[in-house]
Nanobody, 128 residues
């Protein structure tokens, strides 16, 4: 079993930055891919970005990659995955979830149902 615990969310103003953290514990996960998703009120869950624990390769949703405001990274020594969000906008308001894909073999997926483990989420609220 793998446990994921997110933190770093909060209430911020437009233009601020946040760094979300996801601490991973449990069984060996070095071959996993880790993803960040978000779900805004009354909207479907949306893929944001993913990263390979092993080699650090990244994969972004088309929408987030184009904006250049989201950066996913990981610190293997701390068993932590990060999501840096710069230039926050009110439309970024959502619960942000960390997830683990234990079936990862080099090809990233943006589908939530492909991820096996999920954290409880951290709320990000952006006011104008």
């Amino acid at each position: 079993q793998v446990q994921l615990v997110e933190s770093g969310g909060g209430s911020v103003r437009t233009g601020d930055s946040l760094r979300l953290s996801c601490v991973v514990s449990g069984r060996t996960f070095s071959n996993y891919a880790m993803g960040w998703f978000r779900q805004a009120p009354e909207k479907e869950r949306e893929f944001v970005a993913a990263i390979s624990w092993n080699d650090g390769r990244t994969y972004y949703a088309r929408s987030t990659k184009g904006e250049g405001r989201f950066t996913i990274s990981r610190d293997n020594a701390k068993n932590t995955v990060y999501l840096q969000i710069d230039g926050l906008k009110p439309e970024d308001t959502a619960v942000y979830y960390c997830a683990a894909d234990r079936k990862y073999t080099g090809i990233f997926t943006h589908r939530g149902y492909d991820y096996d483990y999920w954290g409880q989420g951290t709320q990000v609220t952006v006011s104008s």
